[in-house]
């Protein structure tokens, strides 16, 4: 069954230090690292010219099942054994 009922998360910068917002700017503060997006913004994202990594992290046996096509299977127990291993410049969506 592939329904995406929530995104986890989408990693905007991770560990590269990217630039703050302009609001944020103004009193020091980083952008926020997570943010839930719907469905169809993660449809018209993948479509882009610079598309997210979208991540998996259901289990191998979940993924096996059924999974978005052009997504990448990193159970959420292994997630963080792969943080180096993922890109910095670019976004990153969990579900």
């Known amino acids: 069954m592939i ?5 986890i998360a989408m990693f905007v910068w991770i560990g590269c230090g990217g630039s703050t917002t302009q609001q944020g ?3 020091g503060l980083q952008p926020p690292l997570t943010q839930d997006i719907t469905a169809s913004e993660l449809k018209r994202a993948m ?4 598309p997210p990594l979208v991540i998996d992290i259901r289990t191998p046996e979940e993924y096996a099942e059924g999974h978005i096509p052009g997504t990448v299977n990193i159970p959420v127990t292994e997630i963080e054994k792969h943080m180096n291993d993922l890109p910095k410049d670019r ?3 969990l579900y």
């Open 91 to 93: 976004l990153l969506v």
């Open 3 to 7: 329904v995406v009922t929530i995104l």
């Open 47 to 50: 479509e882009s010219e610079q």
């Open 25 to 27: 700017a103004e009193v």
